[in-house]
């Protein structure tokens, strides 16, 4: 009787498991819920799980699953996580970790399984070079640096430029050649290159030399604490000119150190959490707003893009074959999600830079810069 | 470079210079009397920001009140550390009260990170200090101005107390034999209390004057300039008052020059700084006013 009860019970899993295979499409989600960064996935999964909430949960009539396992903000625990998603879980697709390091461990797992990985927010070149399954739903500094550039000549219309970069961060050092590369290619011309350290506070020297060659605008893209000093410094010095910075000016600190001297400068940014670019991405703050009571952030957006990027591609692939959805990925164009639109080159991201204006003490939204 | 910018940046020279040398009267002070480096000179330093700062956003008290409540608050915290941490080592050897003027810096750091938090905080100036003035081209920052002259008049406060009053003999008593004057009937430990009072207060007050400069404040702000300071004490001669305040316009002359001139140095900034005070260290200890020191921490 017993041994009769076990193989009904064996069956009835074995049917169990078959039936619910047919009905959801599986997709892992291997983030940073615990650890040093833990801020960063948890983040994301807020907001993966909001996006659903506005688009639904199923794709090709068939239910969305979500497994999600924690990678502990470390680089083992990321690439055990995707191999028990891939072998144990059997997912067809994986949103990947938050940040570059763990990417990094989990994109070789991915490239030798063929399983598609999206990251919404690893930022390293390294990461989808080279890679065919692996993507990422943000923008690298090179982008955001020829948007600056563009941004500056177009729109601007600066001749000549300077740039005070800080040389102990990799983030300013890249933004600031990026920078200057594409600003003479579209004609203007970078006259003086000067540099500051972490940490310093005192920047007349460099500032002094700027102001001595008279740019119509100075890039500085740098962290907060020493763009609001840089401008402080830059406008008590006599600096007239614009001044244009990076996503890295985006801290509450650039107001209450920079005060009246950070009025007027720009910079890039990967969104802008007070105005939606389209329909879906209103929808997603509205939404934010209603069930945290706070402005949304920039992780949760990004987890939600990365989502949305993959629901699409399964959709056009019509089919859940990892091989067919990497192909759909890839051959995303203009897709409309969170943070504007997307189109997905070589598995990076392209999408719109937002540029907004610091007026009254806060961000103004200005406008969206494309590549061209 | 033209005339005008090489100007401009012999001004930005002396205004860091300036606070430099205020500051490291304050090491020069303390060790001319106790023969101790005080390395949480540079960590009251910073308290003295956070509490002007406090009393002006919190309390809501004028500008010039709120740090005269700073220096003072600066001055009983000076105070509680020689109490706390220097008085029972009186007579250990010098190393150990080395090590603990290292670790009160280090408690004091972490200390503000725990309570106030890492994040920066933008310190409010008055327009007395903030206002931009043009002297023969070059743009003058109001603090820029004020800094040498508060430390002049700083040094003949200090002048006068130690020469001129009866806590001022005893302090020269006391740095030339301790125990002597012990002998003589002088209360020695205060003595030793009112020093760390008015080195702290001075540390206060150049905190202060550096946030009005550099308008934002942070519970590690103090290590940079605590550090450039000493050097500006060592290059002076420690122990000497005057040599200080030369000591802090040679350094702070010595690094925006090097920005200004040799701008692929930038990130040498510092380095250059230290390599200063090393060699003053092997080549002549006693700084360029000191005498002949015997011996040296």
Known sequence: MRKLFAVV????LLLSGVASAQETIRIGANLEMTGAVAAYGQMIWEGINLIREIVGDTVLGKKVELVLVDNKSDKVEAANATTRLIDKESVVAIIGPAISGSMLAAGPICEEK????????????LVTQGKKFVFRACFLDPYQAAA????????????????LSDIAQDYCVALGNFFKEEFEKRGGKVIVEQHCKTGDQDFSAQLTTIINANPDLL?????????ALICRQARDLGYEGIILSADGADAPELFSVGGDAVEGLYHTAIWDATRGLNDIGQKYID???????KDPNM?????ADAYLILINAIERAGSTDPAKIREAIEDTENLDVVTGKVTIENGDALKPVVVRKVEGGKFVFVKTVTVE | MSWVTFFQQLMNGISVGSLYALLAIGYTLVYGILGLINFAHSDVFMLGTYFAFFMMVIFLLPWWLSVLIGVALCAVVGMSIERVAYRPLRNAPRISALITAVGVSFFIENFGLVTVGARPKGFPRPDLMKNVYVLLGARIQGVTFWVPVISILILFVLFSIVYRTKIGIAMRAVSKDMETTRLMGVDVDRIILYTFALGSALAGIGGV??????????????????????TAAVVGGVGNVVGAMLGGFIIGLAEILIVAFFPGLTGYRDAFVFTILIVFLLVRPGGLMGEAVREKV
């Open chain 1, 9 to 12: 019970l064996c069956i009835g």
């Open chain 1, 114 to 125: 063929q399983i598609p990985i999206i990251s919404a927010t690893a930022t390293n070149p």
């Open chain 1, 148 to 163: 600056a550039a563009q941004f500056a000549r177009e729109d601007l219309k600066a001749e000549t430029a300077a740039i």
């Open chain 1, 219 to 227: 890039y500085v893209p740098n962290y907060y604490t020493e763009i």
């Open chain 1, 287 to 293: 939404l934010y707003k209603e069930k945290f009571g």
């Open chain 1, 299 to 303: 992780f949760g957006a990004l987890g």
């Open chain 2, 209 to 230: 004057l550096w946030a009005c400069k550099y308008p934002q404040i942070n519970p590690l702000m103090g290590i940079f300039p605590g550090w450039k300071a000493f």
